[in-house]
């Protein structure tokens, strides 16, 4: 059974920083290019950024570019998503995302095919 599990989603003042994880069980992630999803509440689901196999290739939207960042150890079957300088918009459940390919292309629900439950992360002072 394939579980991806986050974690690190907590409460935060503006400005401050969180590490989010993925961690995989029943499924080898390092075949897979892996993405962070974000949904706040009353929007759509939205697509933070997404790391390819071998980690060499990263993406941001542009509304996390440069705060953002986003990495796998693939020994430990985990991705990352290291965020700082945090904002009140950025208050959403965080989800991880297995993609069917090893390179990323988008955000595009089809491709993506195990996701975890979420964390939620509150930016509020």
């Known amino acids: 059974q394939v579980q991806l599990v986050e974690s690190g989603g907590g409460l935060v003042q503006p400005g401050g920083s969180l590490r989010l994880s993925c961690a995989a069980s029943?499924?080898?992630?390092?075949?897979?290019?892996i993405g962070w999803f974000r949904q706040a509440p009353g929007k759509e689901r939205e697509g933070v950024s997404c790391i390819s196999s071998s980690g060499a290739s990263t993406y941001y939207a542009d509304s996390v570019k440069g705060r953002f960042t986003i990495s796998r150890d693939n020994a430990k079957n985990t991705v990352y998503l290291q965020m700082n300088s945090l904002k009140p918009e950025d208050t959403a459940v965080y989800y991880c995302a297995t993609s069917s390919r090893y390179y990323c292309s988008g955000y595009g629900s089809t491709q993506y095919n195990y996701w975890g439950q979420g964390t939620q992360v509150t930016v509020s002072s």
């Open positions: 029943g499924i080898t992630l390092r075949a897979n290019a």
